[in-house]
């Protein structure tokens, strides 16, 4: 089978598009000289500004913002590393549990599991728009946080910022760079779940007058998890950095990250016991009294594994032209290899066993769907980023244009006989029974794919006196996507050949699209604002690299793309000398496209429409002297406005999306050595999709969890942590698979103690 689409002619000269719209400005700009200041010796500098805020971020990372986030009219939150810290967060998943609504609702497809960062946001899917430095990093790996300085969440549509994309943000990690600074840190930690970690961070100033300097991240865990057997995390991974020129107007960075894993992954557990959980089988309705399994309980094997390697080398050239031209050049290779077995399954009325209806520890579950994944991702990036600031006196601008190059190539190896697990007790499953036929040769099924995007984007942000700011962004990006794969036949996939047949799939796409972004802002004072903001984005078949010749996949190339149109206005203020941050926003976001079956004629169109309205308000800075908050609180009604509904409860509600959330933590100094610290989270009732399973939760009840913290400085170079979670040991599902088989209960209370030195 071949298709392949041509929607739109190739858009000839970027580059010559680009240069026709910068160029000129630069020139412009080089042509202003710079605001008269008392600049004194030429070789002096003058450093005027507030002290470091532990919490509150003046700036989000990315060179397209370029105003205070005061000023900026969009939901962003910045997390910062002290944040995390405190928290004692380890991955890029525990770390947006400080922004509300955001986290890892779906625990996966049917019989399959998602590893991984797996984050819903605003109702969506956000998976695939996680960003490392501003480039795309893929693979659905965990991200570890300790070579992360801070966490940009982006909210609303990301189009005009990143590209392609889910309809609702975007997250961007920023790694730890060479600095200026002599300094060796690091940490010890232990704590339940048999929990063992190691960091260091060094870093060594070369050459002072010309800013030349290394750095060196490094990391090592070895840890269960409290409150699951046999799932188990071990990690390593070093992240040297080395800096030039940090004293001059041209600096250059390369960064390299590595990371290896060997885990034990989870498949989660039984559902049978939760509220709403009934009998598969109406034969046997006393299935609906079993007890609720032991949440410890692990159903796959201890021969389960799911390891990945790790490499990107990153390139950073930042210059100055004069203090109103400056360029940068972010250059990026990047290679994820992941490969695991994960044992899963379908609880079923055909998979549970009942010898003795009046004995539930006799009842069994088989264990069918051994999962397997063979893949390696490859990302090669370009992007190069002019900002020129024009103008004087009443109306200035401050243009920011690029291009970006990106291919990215994935590939899949398909694997017969992963082996068969005896069924499993529902009560007192066995990690350790023997699994046999395990011979994992390779089965003919394959996918491979390609990607190669060139964009141009370009911003203007447009000061009006005093009080006004516009702002308007414009992007184009032209996509090739190729994908060649063999998948096998089944009855209902291909009815005209034998089931287990090796099909052929070669699909192409070809489309540019457009995105743009257009907001006004206006400042009561110097330290508020209110805004609007109207933005969209546009999700492409083949985003994630997937293209499919399904009729109902809107990954078929015959579809166009998913288009999201969000509006916000909203309101920021900075309080106590611009100490503390307050926002509040208001927002809805319209999806389109979406891929829906006409029950007349039974063909596949794309008439369906979901939404998403909400608020939500945000505390993050200093109240006083010592005294840190970071709260935050949500409400989103998500619904499906046209095509059928798509949770299990049968409401037109949006899936795995809480209605309320909020998150909240906060640290006071008791004395200038001993701290302490606590917050609370609460996640909302969670609604799972529907796949005509039978008999399971259509739904998961709300929760609230507690953590506290306590610190003690020794001395300037010796400190001790202790974080204790879920202090009430609250009993919660974290989250739930699609047809409610299966879920990921919540961490009881555990412990972690942690010792940070420093030089």
């Known amino acids: 089978m071949a298709i392949v689409s041509r929607k739109h002619a190739q858009p000839r000269y970027l580059s010559t598009a680009l240069a026709a719209v910068l160029l000129p400005a630069a020139a412009h700009a080089g042509d202003v000289p710079p605001p008269a200041l008392d600049a004194g010796p030429a070789n002096e500098v003058k450093v005027v500004g507030a002290a470091d805020n532990p919490f509150k971020a003046t700036r989000a990372s990315s060179s397209k913002y370029t105003e205070d986030l005061v000023n900026t009219a969009q939901s962003v939150t910045v997390i910062k590393k002290e944040l995390i810290e405190q928290q004692g967060a380890l991955t890029l998943t525990e770390a947006l549990r400080n922004t509300p609504g955001v986290g890892t609702f779906f625990l996966g497809e049917n019989g399959n599991t998602n590893t991984g960062d797996s984050i819903y946001m605003r109702g969506f899917d956000s998976s695939a728009n996680i960003y490392v430095d501003g480039l795309r990093d893929i693979g659905s790996i965990s991200r570890d946080t300790f070579n992360v300085e801070q966490i940009d969440v982006l909210k609303g549509p990301a189009g005009t910022d990143t590209g392609r994309g889910a309809p609702t943000g975007s997250i961007n990690l920023v790694s730890k760079r060479a600095n200026m600074e002599e300094s060796l840190g690091g940490s010890v930690s232990a704590g339940t779940g048999s929990h063992k970690r190691i960091t260091a961070d060094m870093n060594h100033v070369l050459d002072t007058p010309s800013g030349t300097a290394l750095r060196l991240n490094l990391m090592a865990q070895d840890s269960g998890r409290p409150g699951r057997d046999v799932v188990h995390d071990q990690r390593w991974a070093f992240a040297p950095s080395a800096a030039f020129g940090l004293a001059t107007n041209t600096r250059f960075y390369v960064n390299y990250l590595h990371v290896e894993q060997d885990n034990t992954p989870d498949g989660g557990v039984f559902t049978i016991g939760l509220p709403g959980y009934t009998s598969p089988d109406v034969k046997r309705p006393f299935i609906a009294n079993g007890p609720k399994v032991d949440p410890h309980n692990f159903y796959g094997s201890a021969t389960d594994y799911d390891r990945v390697t790790a490499d990107m080398a990153t390139i950073i050239v930042e210059h100055e032209f004069s203090p109103r031209l400056r360029l940068s050049n972010v250059s990026r290779y990047g290679k994820t290899e992941q490969a695991y077995v994960l044992t899963s399954f379908l609880g079923s009325a055909a998979n549970i066993a009942t010898p003795n209806q009046n004995d539930p520890n006799t009842w069994t579950l088989a264990r069918t769907n051994r999962n397997v994944k063979d893949q390696s991702n490859q990302i090669t990036a370009n992007q190069t980023t002019l900002t020129a600031e024009l103008g004087s006196g009443t109306v200035t601008h401050t243009v920011v244009g690029g ?166 206005i909203g309101a920021k203020l900075d309080l106590l000398k611009q100490k503390l941050a307050f926002t509040a926003a208001l927002y809805q976001t319209d999806v389109k496209n979406e891929v829906e079956q006409d029950p007349t004629d039974l063909q596949y169109y794309q008439t369906g429409k979901k939404r998403v309205r909400g608020i939500e308000i945000g505390l993050t800075g200093q109240f006083a002297k010592g005294w840190l908050v970071s709260a935050g609180y949500t409400r989103m009604d998500a619904t499906v406005e046209s095509g059928k509904n798509i949770t299990q409860a049968g409401s037109n509600a949006l899936s795995y999306t809480p209605k309320s959330s909020f998150t909240a933590w906060t640290s006071y100094d008791v004395t200038p050595a001993f701290k302490i610290g606590g917050g609370a989270r609460y996640v909302g009732g969670l609604l799972r999709g529907t796949d005509g399973a039978i008999g399971t939760p259509a739904y998961t009840d709300p929760y609230w969890v507690i953590d506290g913290m306590a610190s003690y400085e020794f001395s300037k170079k010796l400190s001790a942590q202790l974080n204790v979670y879920n202090l009430a040991d609250k009993d919660y599902v974290a989250s739930i698979n699609k047809s409610g088989y299966r879920y990921n209960p919540g961490a009881p209370r555990s412990v972690q103690l942690t010792l940070n030195f420093k030089y």
């Not at 023997?434 to 060139?454: K, W, Y």
């Not at 036949?489 to 743009?516: E, F, M």
């Not at 399904?550 to 998913?562: E, G, T, Y």
Request: net charge negative; proline share 8%; charged share 10%.
């Open 403 to 568: 291009l970006e190059f990106v291919h990215e190539q994935q590939s899949t190896i398909g694997h017969a006989n992963p082996g068969v697990l005896e069924p499993a007790n529902i009560y007192h499953p066995n990690p350790s029974a023997p699994v046999s036929n395990m011979t994992m040769e390779r089965n003919g099924v394959f996918a491979d794919s390609s990607s190669n995007v060139q964009s141009l984007y370009v911003f203007d942000t447009m000061h009006v006196g005093a009080q006004w700011i516009f702002n308007a962004g414009v992007r184009a990006d032209h996509f090739n996507i190729g994908y060649d794969g063999a998948s096998l036949s089944t009855a209902t996939s291909n009815p005209g050949l034998p089931v287990g047949t090796l099909v052929p799939t070669n699909l192409k796409l070809a489309d540019t699209i457009w995105t743009g972004k257009l907001s006004a802002l206006y400042k009561p004072t110097g330290n508020s604002s209110v805004y609007a903001l109207i933005a969209n984005s546009k999700n492409p078949p083949g985003s994630n690299l997937v293209l499919s010749g399904s009729v109902n996949s809107a990954s078929n190339p015959k579809f166009d793309p998913q288009v999201t149109v969000s509006k916000e």
